[in-house]
């Protein structure tokens, strides 16, 4: 990665998505408040309970740095977060944007780190750190791009935990493009943490906001690869990610999360791939087998996630 002139405006906002998770958030919020990285901490509830929105504001509402907002319905992950990145740049005049999940922990120096990179590269639209995991470690949060195929397997909990690593030669990078260096491009990022020119993601077209939850990562790739931008991983700065925390407290049921996320994938299979309809009925199957083994597990074995 050859390093270009910095850019002038470096000014740098933080959006947080929250939905009737404000403790979370809160704690949050406090936790980054006073990084000097951020000029600007922009939490956006996404129509939460009114005693959700209430504690958000007695609790955040007075901090200098905060802004809040309240989106009028909820759209879903990339509509809110659209809300956020879109009122940093026109009313706060931010160059760079942190999307954060409340339930992500980073420092100041990762920050500060990300948006250099995003500096000194000007054809980088979005970078990310490397995520840790509380129970499965060190993640490898920067993929490539597939096809339907690939796409497919990696929807099934069972598939995404077997096949995706007997094949991950073919559907991934391979370990030797990550060895001995400091930040590599990749496709695509995790969600949860990542750092946008803000101004080339509009220009984009932001994220779909067709799409509730799930998916949005691939999307937003194809998105930014269509015009030109390039997506980082930073291998030498992690953040922990307390997976799904937020998500389990908003749809709490698994098979209810889970149908999401094919209602989701369909979308982006459909509109982004462009698949047929031989594919679209082996989408279907292979969805409604998920179904059935989540299905058994809870109600058989009783593991309700």
Not at 114 to 143: C, K, S, T, Y
Not at 180 to 207: I, N, Q, R
Not at 233 to 245: G, P, W
Request: net charge positive; with cysteine; glycine share 8%.
């Amino acid at each position: 990665m050859a390093a270009g002139r910095p850019e002038k405006n470096s000014r740098t906002s933080c959006v947080i998505l929250n939905y009737n998770d404000s403790r979370t958030t809160v704690e949050q919020v406090r936790r980054i408040c006073g990084y000097p990285s951020l000029d600007a901490i922009v939490v956006v509830d996404n129509a939460s309970a009114a005693e959700d929105w209430e504690n958000l504001q007695l609790s955040v509402g007075g901090i200098e740095k905060v802004r809040l907002i309240r989106a009028e319905r909820n759209g879903g992950y990339g509509a809110g977060n659209n809300i956020g990145i879109r009122y940093s740049v026109r009313e706060l005049g931010a160059r760079y944007v942190l999307i954060a999940n409340p339930d992500t922990v980073f420092s100041d120096i990762c920050v500060k780190n990300l948006r250099r990179i995003l500096e000194n590269h000007r054809e980088a639209a979005a970078a990310a750190p490397v995520m840790i995991d509380p129970v499965f470690g060190r993640q490898r949060n920067g993929w490539k791009l597939t096809g339907f195929w690939g796409s497919l397997i990696k929807t099934g909990p069972v598939c995404r935990r077997t096949l995706c690593r007997l094949l991950a030669g073919r559907l991934d990078y391979p370990e030797s493009y990550f060895e001995g260096k400091k930040a590599v491009w990749v496709d695509s990022v995790h969600g949860s943490l990542l750092m946008t020119d803000a101004a080339k993601m509009l220009e984009c077209g932001g994220y779909d906001e067709h799409v509730f939850l799930y998916n949005e990562e691939d999307i937003l790739a194809r998105r930014l690869k269509a015009g030109g931008w390039k997506t980082a991983l930073l291998l030498t700065q992690t953040y922990r990610h307390e997976h799904s925390a937020s998500i389990s407290k908003s749809v709490k049921r698994s098979l209810d999360r889970q149908r999401l996320r094919h209602q989701s994938a369909m979308y982006y299979y459909q509109e982004y791939l462009h698949i047929n309809w031989l594919e679209r009925l082996a989408a279907r199957c292979f969805f409604a087998a998920i179904l059935g083994e989540i299905w058994f597990c809870r109600s058989v074995l009783k593991m309700e996630g």
